[in-house]
């Protein structure tokens, strides 16, 4: 008979997070197929699990993935882990679990800790629907991007982001989504230094780049999604304060100006001015 893979969440950062369930299963099992095993190491050795540790991504070699094939058709059971939290959320696993489903192998999940979750539950922001983006990418252009198409999503949006990206993404996300959009910053969520910072996209910005602390760990962004009556009052705003300006300013300068004071895209404003030239005009 064929063994079971047990996918199994661990602690995010505080050790006692760990379920009694996840201990035993990771005690029984004969195998454990992990994200890194020099960092899970420090896990089995605090819970005293003896166990052996196998490396595996997603990314790895085909070896890796047979190796745990093998054990399983041999009627060995193995649990898979991530670094910290639950496997194949924005972590390693998604390509096992695949194929043990497609191989006919017994997949068994444990629930446990999550930083999506734990991020959403605190942050004071509707939870009844939600979507999570994982890490956005790392070059501006390709963000930029990413968050235009979500600009207009309605549920509340769920980031991870890397510490030396944070300012520049909030930027990004301050010149696309407007800067009164409401967002907590979830930071070393149960570690020794977690913050929860709460406001909306400017204040935000000034607490993180008053506070080079606040551009340290791992990180969850958790904003407001769109509010059509919201962004209605924005659009109304910007059109007012692009009226004053171009009275004494010629287009380009007016968006420019624009942008900075309503925390708006310079395009966007830029074509709005046009529109409101020719209209006056």
């Known amino acids: 008979m064929a063994g079971t893979l047990f996918v199994v969440a661990t602690p995010i950062g505080n050790m006692d997070d760990i379920s009694a369930r996840a201990v035993s299963v990771l005690q029984s099992v004969d ?22 540790l196998v490396a595996y991504h997603d990314h790895g070699s085909e070896a890796q993935g047979e190796r745990i094939f093998s054990a399983l058709d041999a009627g060995q059971d193995v649990a898979l882990i991530s670094d910290a939290g639950t496997p194949l959320v924005s972590d390693p696993g998604y390509r096992l679990v695949r194929n043990a489903r497609e191989r006919a192998y017994k ?28 890490f956005l990418p790392a070059k501006q252009s390709q963000r930029r991007k990413a968050l235009e198409s979500l600009a207009s999503e309605t549920r509340t949006l769920i980031f991870y982001e890397a510490p030396h990206r944070i300012v520049a993404t909030v930027e990004d996300l301050i010149d696309l989504f407007g800067a009164e959009r409401e967002v907590t910053l979830a930071r070393e969520l149960t570690k020794t230094y977690e913050t929860l910072l709460n406001g909306n996209l400017t204040e935000l910005l000034v607490q993180i780049k008053g506070d080079v602390n606040q551009q340290k760990g791992e990180m969850v962004l958790v904003v407001r999604g769109f509010d059509g009556v ?12 692009l009226k004053l300006l171009l009275v004494d300013l010629p287009v380009k300068q007016a968006a420019g100006l624009a942008a900075k004071i309503c925390g708006a895209q310079r395009n966007a404003l830029y074509k709005k001015a046009l529109i409101l030239k020719d209209i006056s005009g």
């Open 31 to 52: 195998l454990i197929a992990a994200e890194d095993t020099r960092h899970s190491g420090r896990l089995m050795s605090h819970f005293q699990i003896t166990t052996p």
């Open 107 to 134: 997949v068994i999940p444990l629930p446990g800790a999550c930083a999506v979750i734990t991020a959403l539950s605190a942050a004071g922001l509707p939870s009844d629907r939600f979507c999570f983006e994982g």
């Open 230 to 241: 919201q962004q209605g009052a924005q659009e109304q705003e910007e059109e007012r304060v």
